[in-house]
């Protein structure tokens, strides 16, 4: 069964037109992540959060929101896409504290940007 | 900051083929991880590195943490077509803020 499950798996939006993102897991984990991975790169981290306390990272663009209400849930925002948002988009989670580094993603939301 | 540099960047071999990537860094970590990605997936955990010296396997897949601690490889013996993928290394630096380091990936193609 699936641990960490993302909606939807693919999302087709025009340009400036906001998007939500959501995660969902199962694994009671206190941090959840949010990865933009473009093709053929590596995941590039955009924030995460440690329980309720959010930790963006220092180049995410304003344009990145995200939204924790509940320790199972992560809603990941792009205000206004532009055509170089076009990407995969990751969540993953990971117990803090305990095997650090060890890393569950979800299957990926996919957005193309018209 | 800190930076992993993989090698090699794509690689082509033939079914039954073993495999050889790395992972090499000018900083020390305190846990080295492999992943892979199948296309249009998200990464799944191969193996997870501990200890300097440390040499882990899973069924046809072998790792080792570099004694020095700026490196790590990973091997695959007997390869078969479901191993096509992208191969990420990844390491836990010392400083522990949550957040890992990924190489840029291997990019394994098998010849049928």
């Known amino acids: 069964d699936a641990m960490v499950i993302q909606n939807p798996r693919y999302q087709v939006t025009q340009f400036g037109k906001p998007v939500t993102l959501s995660c969902s897991q199962t694994?009671?984990?206190?941090?959840m992540y949010w990865y933009q991975q473009k093709s053929s790169q590596a995941p590039k981290l955009l924030f995460h959060?440690?329980?309720?306390?959010?930790?963006n990272e220092a180049d995410t663009p304003d344009n990145f929101q995200s939204r924790r209400p509940n320790t199972s849930f992560c809603f990941l925002d792009i205000r206004s896409p532009g055509l170089g948002d076009a990407a995969m988009y990751l969540c993953a989670t990971s117990r803090a504290g305990f095997n650090t580094g060890e890393l569950f993603f979800g299957e990926g939301s996919r957005l193309t940007v018209l | 900051g800190q930076q992993l540099n993989q090698s090699p960047q794509s690689m082509f071999i033939q079914e039954g083929e073993d495999v050889s990537m790395n992972c090499t860094s000018s900083?020390?970590?305190?846990?080295w991880l492999w992943y892979k990605q199948d296309p249009g997936e998200g990464p799944v955990l191969l193996i997870a590195?501990?200890?300097?010296?440390e040499l882990t396997s899973n069924g046809r897949l072998t790792a080792q943490f570099g004694i020095t601690r700026k490196d790590s490889f990973l091997n695959i013996s007997a390869s078969i077509p479901s191993d096509v993928g992208i191969y990420f290394c990844?390491?836990?630096?010392?400083?522990?803020?949550?957040?890992?380091?990924f190489g840029k990936g291997t990019r394994l193609h098998i010849l049928p």
């Open positions: 959060y440690y329980d309720k306390d959010f930790n």
């Open positions: 694994l009671n984990h206190n941090v």
């Open positions: 900083s020390i970590f305190n846990t």
């Open positions: 590195l501990y200890k300097a010296g």
């Open positions: 990844a390491g836990q630096p010392p400083v522990r803020d949550d957040k890992i380091i």
